[in-house]
């Protein structure tokens, strides 16, 4: 039983340590403010170096939540063999840097554990399947599929004994035949089998694993869609014809990372008003 009086209806995710990937910006960015808002001390991991004065004003931002939520910023590309251990190795080494001069963390007597890993990172190519050449491919797999299986596999031994959660963040493109998308959309297909096998290998350990797949919603890759599938979406949104916003995706995102989440696993969740081609 929850006990009213205590914090968790405040600060439902108070003491845990999130990673979020792709937090510059977008999607990645709400989400790292929304598990932060809710009390989760969050890495704000990003690659671009032009990208390092957005990361720093989000952490000012979560900074200046009432209860000041610590946060971690790790540079690292996961389109590279090599991106995802850095990335753990590095949020880890600051962690402990933290704890030991008791700055910056909530609890400084904490074991560097993982609870919460948000694999929300991505990027997409526009290209017909005849001009498909192998750097599209392996723009798009290295980072939307290779990069979290090898970031997932470098958090897995920092994993929270029991309760930690993987969130992959997929597409509502993975079910739907977007025409020119075929490597974006398929990338967030494999994302879906490996939310579903990495939860039926992973469950035993306490450990969920889901997948929650947005609609369209206004960013900086939204952008490069071509404007034909984004009005065709909108048009098919049952919820009042339109874009989602980042805080409608982020909320969902967030849920699933605290209790509520507790006995989902191996899920996709549509976040998209309802939009389903299939
Ligand atoms: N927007 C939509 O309508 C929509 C719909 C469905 C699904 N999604 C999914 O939601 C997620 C976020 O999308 P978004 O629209 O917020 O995208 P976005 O604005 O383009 O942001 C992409 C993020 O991914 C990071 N990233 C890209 N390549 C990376 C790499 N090699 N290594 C590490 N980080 C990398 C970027 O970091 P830098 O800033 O450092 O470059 C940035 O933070 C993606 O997985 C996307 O597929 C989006």
């Given at each position: 039983?929850?006990?009213?009086?205590?914090?968790?209806f405040?600060?439902?995710?108070?003491?845990?340590?999130?990673?979020?990937t792709?937090?510059?910006?977008?999607?990645?960015?709400?989400?790292?403010?929304?598990?932060?808002?809710?009390?989760?001390?969050?890495?704000?991991?990003?690659?671009?170096?032009?990208?390092?004065?957005?990361?720093?004003?989000?952490?000012?931002?979560?900074?200046?939540?009432?209860?000041?939520?610590?946060?971690?910023?790790?540079?690292?590309?996961?389109?590279?063999?090599?991106?995802?251990?850095?990335?753990?190795?590095?949020?880890?080494?600051?962690?402990?840097?933290?704890?030991?001069t008791?700055?910056?963390?909530?609890?400084?007597?904490?074991?560097?554990?993982?609870?919460?890993?948000?694999?929300?990172?991505?990027?997409?190519?526009?290209?017909?399947l005849?001009?498909i050449?192998?750097?599209?491919?392996?723009?798009?797999?290295d980072?939307?599929?290779?990069?979290?299986?090898?970031?997932?596999?470098?958090?897995?031994?920092?994993?929270a004994?029991?309760?930690?959660?993987?969130?992959?963040?997929?597409?509502?493109?993975?079910?739907?035949?977007?025409?020119?998308?075929?490597?974006?959309?398929?990338?967030?297909?494999?994302?879906?089998?490996?939310?579903?096998?990495?939860?039926?290998?992973?469950?035993r350990?306490?450990?969920?694993?889901?997948?929650?797949?947005?609609?369209?919603?206004?960013?900086?890759?939204?952008?490069?869609?071509?404007?034909?599938?984004?009005?065709?979406?909108?048009?098919?949104?049952?919820?009042?014809?339109?874009?989602?916003?980042?805080?409608?995706?982020?909320?969902?995102?967030?849920a699933?990372?605290?209790?509520d989440?507790?006995?989902?696993?191996?899920?996709?969740v549509?976040a998209?008003?309802?939009?389903?081609?299939?």
């Amino acid at each position: 039983m929850s006990d009213s009086s205590s914090s968790e209806f405040r600060l439902p995710l108070e003491g845990k340590l999130a990673i979020v990937t792709g937090a510059s910006r977008g999607i990645g960015e709400g989400i790292a403010f929304e598990l932060a808002r809710r009390g989760a001390s969050v890495a704000l991991a990003y690659t671009s170096p032009s990208s390092e004065p957005q990361v720093r004003a989000l952490a000012e931002r979560i900074r200046a939540l009432p209860h000041a939520a610590p946060t971690f910023t790790v540079q690292a590309d996961l389109a590279t063999t090599e991106g995802p251990s850095h990335l753990i190795m590095n949020l880890q080494a600051q962690f402990r840097a933290a704890a030991h001069t008791g700055d910056g963390v909530a609890h400084p007597q904490r074991p560097f554990v993982i609870d919460i890993l948000v694999n929300n990172a991505g990027c997409e190519r526009v290209v017909p399947l005849g001009q498909i050449d192998v750097a599209d491919y392996n723009e798009v797999y290295d980072v939307n599929v290779r990069g979290v299986i090898l970031l997932t596999q470098a958090a897995l031994p920092y994993l929270a004994a029991a309760g930690a959660r993987v969130l992959n963040i997929g597409s509502v493109g993975a079910r739907a035949g977007f025409q020119d998308l075929s490597l974006y959309c398929s990338s967030k297909a494999a994302l879906e089998a490996l939310t579903r096998c990495w939860a039926a290998e992973l469950g035993r350990r306490g450990v969920t694993v889901n997948c929650v797949s947005p609609g369209p919603v206004q960013s900086a890759m939204l952008d490069k869609i071509p404007a034909e599938i984004v009005e065709m979406q909108k048009a098919q949104t049952p919820v009042q014809n339109r874009l989602g916003t980042i805080e409608e995706v982020a909320r969902v995102v967030a849920a699933l990372a605290g209790r509520d989440g507790d006995w989902i696993s191996g899920q996709v969740v549509s976040a998209s008003g309802g939009w389903a081609m299939y």
